[in-house]
C-alpha cells in the first residue's frame, strides 16, 4: 500500500503520462498527415479542345488520388518505401536487350518489351522510357509499368543508364550523367528503324524525366514521331536543384547522403575502366576525393562533369538541365509532381507551372502526396500492386490516341495524333 506521502504524485504521474501520450499522437498524425483529405490533383493547364477532351476522358485527372491511409500521406515513408521496395507484387515482364556501340567507344543498352495484346485504338505506339538515377529497366517500379502498358497493348522500350546494370562492363570511361541525351537519342532511332510504323510516347522518371524533356527540346527533328511526353517527380534546373540538397529542411541534406552513396558504389563498381587508363580524363587522386565525398556535389565536381570536359560544376549543371530547352516542346506534354516530394524543393515547381500558363500543349499535375516516385494507392495499410502514377501515365496516352481519331479541327484548337508525325 501507498504510503500518504505517495498519493499526491499519482495524479500528477498520470498527468505526465497523458501528456506524452498525446504528444506522441500529435506527431504522428502531424507527420503522417493522418488529418489531410484525399484530393484531385492540382492540374495548371490552358483552355484548349484538346485539354477539354482530356479533363473529359481521361478521368483520372479529376478523381481523388487516394493513398494508403495509415502512412500514404507521408512523402517520406511513400519516398522510403519506392526506395527499398519499389513495387508490391512486382511482375516480371520478359524483354529482349540490344546493345548498341556509341561514338566514343561506349555500348549502351536497352530492352524491348512487345505488346501483351492490341491498343484500344488499334495504334503502334511504343512506350519510349528513361528511368531515374541509376536505374534500368530490372527496377521493380520499371518492371510494374511496363508490364501494365503492354497490357494495355504498348510496346516499350527500357533505356538501362550507361554503368547501371551491375552485370554489365563499361566499355569506355565514361557513365550516365544528369542531361547527356546520347544514349537516348541512340535508341529512339533505333526504335524509328525498327518500327517505321510506330508512334512513340516518351516518358522520364526523375532523372530519366530532365533527360527526355532535354533531348525533345535539343531539335525540333527528336519529336518527329512523338506522340506526347510524360516527365514524373524531376526538378528541372539541376543548379537550382543541387542547392536544396544541401538544406536540411525536409530532410534533403540526408537524401544527398544516400543518393551520393549510391553514386558512389556505382562509380567505383567500374573504377577499372574510368581511372587511369590512357582515354580517362579521371587520375588517382579523384578517385581518392570520390572516396570521401558525402553529396552528389562533391561527386559532381570531382567525378561526373569530367565526362563531357564541363570547365566548372555551375557550367555542368545550367548546360545538362532541361530547363533551357522545355520551351522548345511543341508535342503534348504532362509533367507530374507531388507536393510532398523530399526530393523536389517547392520552389522548383513554379518552372513546370510557368510553362504550363504560358504554353497551350502543356500539363502541370500536382498531387498532394505521392512523395518521390511513391504514389502508391491503397485503403488502410496495404499497398495496391499498380500504382497511381502508371494508370494515369498510361490513360494520358489512351486518351491522346483518342483524340488522333476525332473530326479534324483547326490548327489552333491542339495537336492532332498526326501533328507529331
Same mark, same amino acid.
Given at each position: 500500500?501507498?504510503?500518504?506521502?505517495?498519493?499526491?504524485?499519482?495524479?500528477?504521474?498520470?498527468?505526465?503520462?497523458?501528456?506524452?501520450?498525446?504528444?506522441?499522437?500529435?506527431? #504522428?498524425?502531424?507527420?503522417?498527415?493522418?488529418?489531410?483529405?484525399?484530393?484531385?490533383?492540382?492540374?495548371?493547364?490552358?483552355?484548349?479542345?484538346?485539354?477539354?477532351?482530356?479533363?473529359?476522358?481521361?478521368? #483520372?485527372?479529376?478523381?481523388?488520388?487516394?493513398?494508403?491511409?495509415?502512412?500514404?500521406?507521408?512523402?517520406?515513408?511513400?519516398?522510403?518505401?519506392?526506395?527499398?521496395?519499389?513495387?508490391?507484387?512486382?511482375?516480371?515482364?520478359?524483354?529482349?536487350?540490344?546493345?548498341?556501340?556509341?561514338?566514343?567507344?561506349?555500348?549502351?543498352?536497352?530492352?524491348?518489351?512487345?505488346?501483351?495484346?492490341?491498343?484500344?485504338?488499334?495504334?503502334?505506339?511504343?512506350?519510349?522510357?528513361?528511368?531515374? $538515377?541509376?536505374?534500368?529497366?530490372?527496377?521493380?517500379?520499371?518492371?510494374?509499368?511496363?508490364?501494365?502498358?503492354?497490357?494495355?497493348?504498348?510496346?516499350?522500350?527500357?533505356?538501362?543508364?550507361?554503368?547501371?546494370?551491375?552485370? $554489365?562492363?563499361?566499355?569506355?570511361?565514361?557513365?550516365?550523367?544528369?542531361?547527356?541525351?546520347?544514349?537516348?537519342?541512340?535508341?529512339?532511332?533505333? $526504335?524509328?528503324?525498327?518500327?517505321?510504323?510506330?508512334?512513340?510516347?516518351?516518358?522520364?522518371?526523375?532523372?530519366?524525366?530532365?533527360?527526355?524533356?532535354?533531348?525533345?527540346?535539343?531539335?525540333?527533328?527528336?519529336?518527329?514521331?512523338?506522340?506526347?511526353?510524360?516527365?514524373?517527380?524531376?526538378?528541372?534546373?539541376?543548379?537550382?536543384?543541387?542547392?536544396?540538397?544541401?538544406?536540411?529542411?525536409?530532410?534533403?541534406?540526408?537524401?544527398?547522403?544516400?543518393?551520393?552513396?549510391?553514386?558512389?558504389?556505382?562509380?567505383?563498381?567500374?573504377?577499372?575502366?574510368?581511372?587511369?587508363?590512357?582515354?580517362?580524363?579521371?587520375?588517382?587522386?579523384?578517385?581518392?576525393?570520390?572516396?570521401?565525398?558525402?553529396?552528389?556535389?562533391?561527386?559532381?565536381?570531382? #567525378?561526373?562533369?569530367?565526362?563531357?570536359?564541363?570547365?566548372?560544376?555551375?557550367?555542368?549543371?545550367?548546360?545538362?538541365?532541361?530547363?533551357?530547352?522545355?520551351?522548345?516542346?511543341?508535342?503534348?506534354?504532362?509533367?507530374?509532381?507531388?507536393?510532398?516530394?523530399?526530393?523536389?524543393?517547392?520552389?522548383?515547381?513554379?518552372?513546370?507551372?510557368?510553362?504550363?500558363?504560358?504554353?497551350?500543349?502543356?500539363?502541370?499535375?500536382?498531387?498532394?502526396?505521392?512523395?518521390?516516385?511513391?504514389?502508391?494507392?491503397?485503403?488502410?495499410?496495404?499497398?495496391?500492386?499498380?500504382?497511381?502514377?502508371?494508370?494515369? #501515365?498510361?490513360?494520358?496516352?489512351?486518351?491522346?490516341?483518342?483524340?488522333?481519331?476525332?473530326?479534324?479541327?483547326?490548327?489552333?484548337?491542339?495537336?492532332?495524333?498526326?501533328?507529331?508525325?
Amino acid at each position: 500500500m501507498a504510503s500518504l506521502e505517495e498519493l499526491p504524485l499519482l495524479p500528477v504521474f498520470d498527468g505526465v503520462k497523458l501528456a506524452a501520450l498525446a504528444t506522441v499522437l500529435y506527431v #504522428i498524425v502531424r507527420s503522417l498527415h493522418l488529418k489531410s483529405s484525399p484530393a484531385p490533383p492540382h492540374v495548371t493547364y490552358q483552355d484548349t479542345p484538346l485539354n477539354r477532351f482530356l479533363f473529359k476522358s481521361c478521368q #483520372i485527372l479529376t478523381q481523388e488520388y487516394i493513398p494508403p491511409l495509415l502512412w500514404g500521406k507521408s512523402g517520406h515513408i511513400q519516398t522510403v518505401l519506392y526506395g527499398k521496395m519499389g513495387r508490391v507484387a512486382t511482375p516480371k515482364p520478359c524483354g529482349v536487350r540490344t546493345f548498341l556501340p556509341m561514338e566514343d567507344g561506349a555500348t549502351m543498352t536497352f530492352d524491348i518489351f512487345e505488346a501483351l495484346g492490341d491498343h484500344s485504338t488499334q495504334d503502334d505506339i511504343t512506350m519510349v522510357i528513361c528511368p531515374g $538515377i541509376g536505374n534500368h529497366s530490372e527496377k521493380q517500379y520499371i518492371r510494374t509499368f511496363v508490364d501494365h502498358s503492354q497490357r494495355k497493348g504498348y510496346r516499350c522500350a527500357v533505356l538501362n543508364h550507361l554503368g547501371a546494370l551491375p552485370d $554489365i562492363e563499361l566499355t569506355s570511361p565514361r557513365m550516365f550523367t544528369y542531361g547527356c541525351t546520347w544514349e537516348f537519342a541512340a535508341m529512339v532511332s533505333h $526504335i524509328k528503324r525498327e518500327f517505321p510504323q510506330t508512334l512513340m510516347a516518351v516518358v522520364g522518371f526523375s532523372l530519366g524525366g530532365n533527360i527526355v524533356c532535354k533531348f525533345l527540346g535539343e531539335r525540333h527533328s527528336n519529336q518527329e514521331r512523338v506522340l506526347c511526353c510524360v516527365s514524373v517527380c524531376q526538378g528541372y534546373s539541376v543548379l537550382r536543384a543541387q542547392e536544396t540538397f544541401l538544406q536540411w529542411d525536409q530532410g534533403r541534406r540526408l537524401y544527398n547522403f544516400l543518393l551520393a552513396s549510391k553514386m558512389k558504389k556505382i562509380i567505383l563498381a567500374h573504377r577499372d575502366t574510368l581511372f587511369g587508363t590512357k582515354s580517362s580524363r579521371l587520375d588517382d587522386a579523384d578517385l581518392n576525393r570520390l572516396r570521401a565525398a558525402t553529396s552528389l556535389m562533391q561527386i559532381d565536381d570531382t #567525378i561526373m562533369r569530367k565526362f563531357h570536359n564541363y570547365h566548372s560544376l555551375k557550367e555542368y549543371y545550367e548546360t545538362e538541365s532541361c530547363v533551357q530547352y522545355m520551351h522548345n516542346i511543341s508535342v503534348p506534354l504532362l509533367l507530374v509532381n507531388a507536393v510532398d516530394d523530399p526530393l523536389v524543393h517547392p520552389s522548383l515547381l513554379a518552372i513546370p507551372r510557368t510553362l504550363a500558363d504560358k504554353k497551350a500543349n502543356v500539363l502541370f499535375v500536382l498531387t498532394q502526396h505521392g512523395g518521390h516516385l511513391g504514389f502508391f494507392e491503397g485503403a488502410v495499410l496495404l499497398p495496391k500492386p499498380l500504382t497511381w502514377i502508371d494508370k494515369l #501515365i498510361v490513360s494520358y496516352t489512351d486518351t491522346l490516341c483518342q483524340w488522333g481519331r476525332q473530326p479534324p479541327h483547326t490548327p489552333q484548337d491542339g495537336h492532332r495524333l498526326h501533328s507529331a508525325q
